[in-house]
C-alpha cells in the first residue's frame, strides 16, 4: 500500500501536520498517527517495530521513546517483544534490595500516589541501596501526564509513563514552590515548571529539598 504525505504547512495559525519520529516525513492527516512518549509516530512504522494499531497505542504508546522505536525500525526489531521481555526481567529483579528501598518510599508517602506495581519497582530499582529518600510528591510536567518527583540525598527523581529522568542536586540551583500549586527546579540553566502539584507534599518537598542544594 501507498502511504501518500500530504504537507499541510498551517491552518489557521496552527501547525496541523504530524512528523514521523522515525523519518521525520510528515504524516499526512487522513494517514493517523501514534503518540508516543516524546512525539509522533505514523502507523506504518509503528506496525514495523512489532505493534498493532488497536490495542496497543492505549496500552503502550506512552512507554515508548522515539529513540528506540526509531532503532527498533532501522534494525528490523520487535520492540513490543522487547517491552514485554524487559517487564519480565523487571518483575524478576524484584528483591531484598529493591524491598527495602520500596519501603522506604512507603514511608515518604508514595503509596497514596497509586503507584502501577511496575512504576514503584521502576523507582525502588533506580535508587541506590545506600541512596536516602527524604520526601515525595507530583505534578504535571508542562501540561502533561502526572510525574512523580522524588527527593533523595543525591538527587530529584522524575518518573513519567514510565520514564525516569534525574536532576543531580549538584546540578540544581534553585527549587521553588509557588502559590497555587504550582513548583519549578532550575538545573543547569533550565527551568522545568510542574503545576498542579498535590497539595499536601509539596510545598514540604521544596523546603526540605532546598536545604539539601549545594
Ligand atoms: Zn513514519
Given at each position: 500500500?501507498?502511504?501518500?504525505?500530504?504537507?499541510i504547512l498551517?491552518?489557521?495559525?496552527?501547525?496541523?501536520?504530524?512528523t514521523?519520529?522515525?523519518?521525520?516525513?510528515?504524516?499526512?492527516?487522513?494517514?493517523?498517527?501514534?503518540r508516543?512518549?516524546?512525539?509522533?509516530?505514523?502507523?506504518?512504522?509503528?506496525?514495523?517495530?512489532?505493534?498493532?494499531?488497536?490495542?496497543?497505542?492505549?496500552?503502550?504508546?506512552?512507554?515508548?521513546?522515539?529513540?528506540?522505536?526509531?532503532?527498533?525500525?532501522?534494525?528490523?526489531?520487535?520492540?513490543?517483544?522487547?517491552?514485554?521481555?524487559?517487564?519480565v526481567?523487571?518483575?524478576?529483579?524484584?528483591?531484598?534490595e529493591?524491598?527495602?528501598?520500596?519501603?522506604?518510599?512507603?514511608?515518604?508517602?508514595?503509596?497514596?500516589?497509586?503507584?502501577?506495581?511496575?512504576?514503584?519497582?521502576q523507582?525502588?530499582?533506580?535508587?541506590?541501596s545506600?541512596?536516602?529518600?527524604?520526601?515525595?510528591?507530583?505534578?504535571?510536567?508542562?501540561?502533561?501526564?502526572?510525574?512523580?518527583?522524588?527527593?533523595t540525598?543525591?538527587?530529584?527523581i522524575?518518573?513519567r509513563?514510565l520514564?525516569?529522568?534525574?536532576y543531580?542536586?549538584?546540578?540544581?540551583?534553585e527549587?521553588?514552590?509557588?502559590?497555587?500549586?504550582?513548583?519549578?527546579?532550575?538545573?543547569?540553566?533550565?527551568?522545568?515548571?510542574?503545576?498542579?502539584?498535590?497539595?499536601?507534599?509539596?510545598?514540604?518537598?521544596?523546603?526540605?529539598?532546598?536545604?539539601k542544594?549545594?
Open positions: 500500500m501507498k502511504i501518500a504525505h500530504i504537507t498551517s491552518y489557521g495559525g496552527y501547525q496541523l501536520a504530524k514521523c519520529v522515525v523519518d521525520n516525513q510528515k504524516i499526512g492527516l487522513m494517514a493517523g498517527y501514534i508516543i512518549a516524546d512525539g509522533d509516530i505514523c502507523r506504518p512504522h509503528w506496525k514495523a517495530a512489532g505493534f498493532n494499531v488497536t490495542t496497543d497505542p492505549t496500552k503502550l504508546a506512552a512507554q515508548v521513546l522515539a529513540k528506540e522505536v526509531k532503532h527498533a525500525v532501522e534494525n528490523g526489531e520487535n520492540l513490543k517483544a522487547q517491552l514485554k521481555a524487559k517487564e526481567v523487571l518483575i524478576q529483579g524484584q528483591n531484598a529493591t524491598e527495602s528501598v520500596k519501603q522506604m518510599l512507603i514511608d515518604k508517602g508514595l503509596a497514596k500516589f497509586n503507584l502501577k506495581d511496575k512504576e514503584f519497582l523507582l525502588s530499582q533506580t535508587i541506590a545506600d541512596e536516602t529518600v527524604l520526601a515525595v510528591t507530583s505534578g504535571r510536567l508542562n501540561m502533561t501526564n502526572k510525574s512523580i518527583l522524588v527527593g540525598d543525591r538527587r530529584i522524575e518518573l509513563n520514564v525516569i529522568t534525574s543531580p542536586l549538584r546540578n540544581i540551583t527549587l521553588t514552590y509557588l502559590k497555587l500549586g504550582n513548583l519549578y527546579i532550575v538545573t543547569s540553566g533550565k527551568k522545568v515548571f510542574y503545576s498542579e502539584t498535590d497539595k499536601s507534599t509539596a510545598a514540604d518537598f521544596v523546603n526540605i529539598m532546598s536545604s542544594l549545594y
